[in-house]
């Protein structure tokens, strides 16, 4: 009875605060409710009995997007101070004709699908049957990287793509503009670096030696090493750069190169393609897309080719 | 007694989360919906923690950690816009 009076708020909550980050009447409270919705989605993920989708969600939402997105206010109204009443278009006259037409077609497609006879999850079970097999205790973890291995590499794949045409749109000029919020030397920000940051690097390896065994893994563990990143290049520790590094490049690619790499060795010895051999190739793999997808959210953060230590005092 | 105490705290808690949101969609200024929203960060850890009990999942509890490590850069990122201009450019 609770419980269905909690889910009912979160439900109402989480309609008003969409319809408020698109329609809030400025682009500021917009971004601050898109922020919580984020927070009471991650809420409704828990509900859901879905920790691994509220972990994502904090992580991507709480660490990235809502920098990101204050970033970007704050360029906007760089470029034009008046930016809150001329970024707003009249509202077509077929806006209302066509919300009532695609309400009513999910409202006839969702009663469809509860009167629809639920067919048995044949692929949900077969994994939890053959998940013992693996030594892995997370049947998420199992499907990501054994059952639907293919699906995983080419998302890793897309992510570097994304990073790639970001960079090409990316004017150079851009990158001296600085992402720094304020004096990098004020003491609360050393003293908050010198907690926050050995706390993300610790959580994220910690993240991903979990998610062979519970809630967890690369993608968690990336955007929460990603978020530390984001910290540092808020705080002026580290800077956009021109200069292509090595050791960054290097960073972007190890995902994706070890995926393909310890997934095409077992055709050597007559495997199907991406028979991963065993639980130190899992780690492996998913500590080399760690690092990778932290690094690419970072830079598309940064809007940058690469990074660049920056010192102060 | 359990069994109703901790859904009944969780529901406490997402009305505070409710009486937030008023706060975030009211202002008047920048600074205070900035704030409701980190309040509601708070909020959301704290639903969490209980609904890790209630419900059995403890990974939960790694979800509530990464919210609390994670907010303050959305503040960092918030005291970085240009002061001065925050009612005038929230008038509209």
Known sequence: MIGLALDLLIIVSLIGLAIQSINAASLFR?????????LAMSLAWARLDAPDLAMAEAAIGAGVTGALMMIAYRR????????????????????????????????????AAIQAEPMPALAGTAVLENL??????????????LFRGFDT????????????????????VDLDQSLTTQDPDTPLVGALLAIVVPLTVLVSVHLLKAGGQET???????????????????????????????????????GLLSFILIGLAPLLWGQPLLALPGLWAIYWIESAMMISIA??????????????????? | MIDIALPAIVLFLIINLIAGMLRVYRGPTLADRMLAALLFSTTTVAALLVLAEWMQLPSLRNVALLIVM????????????PAGREEAADEQ
Not at chain 1, 30 to 38: A, E, N, Q, R, T
Not at chain 1, 79 to 105: F, H, K, M, T, Y
Not at chain 1, 134 to 140: D, F, S
């Open chain 1, 132 to 145: 013992g097999s693996t030594g892995l205790g997370n049947p998420i973890t199992g499907v990501l990287l």
């Open chain 1, 76 to 111: 906007l109204i760089e470029i034009q101070p008046d930016q809150e009443s001329s970024l707003r278009p009249p509202p077509s006259r077929l806006a209302v004709p066509i919300a009532l037409a695609a309400g009513a077609l999910v409202g006839v497609i969702g009663l």
């Open chain 2, 70 to 81: 994670l907010a303050s850069i959305l503040s960092l990122a918030f005291v970085g816009l």
């Open chain 1, 216 to 254: 967890g893994g690369a993608f968690q563990a990336g955007a929460v090493l990603a978020a530390c990143g984001v910290l540092l290049v808020l705080t002026g520790r580290l800077g956009a750069s021109r200069q292509y590094s090595p050791l960054v490049n290097t960073g972007l690619l190890v």
């Open chain 1, 153 to 172: 590499l080419l998302e890793i794949t897309v992510l570097l793509a994304a990073l790639l045409s970001a960079q090409a749109v990316t004017r150079q």
């Open chain 1, 30 to 38: 917009g971004i601050l409710h898109f922020v919580v919705l984020g």
């Open chain 1, 295 to 313: 690094l690419t959210l970072v830079l598309l953060f940064a809007g940058a080719g690469s990074l660049k230590r920056r010192d102060h005092g």
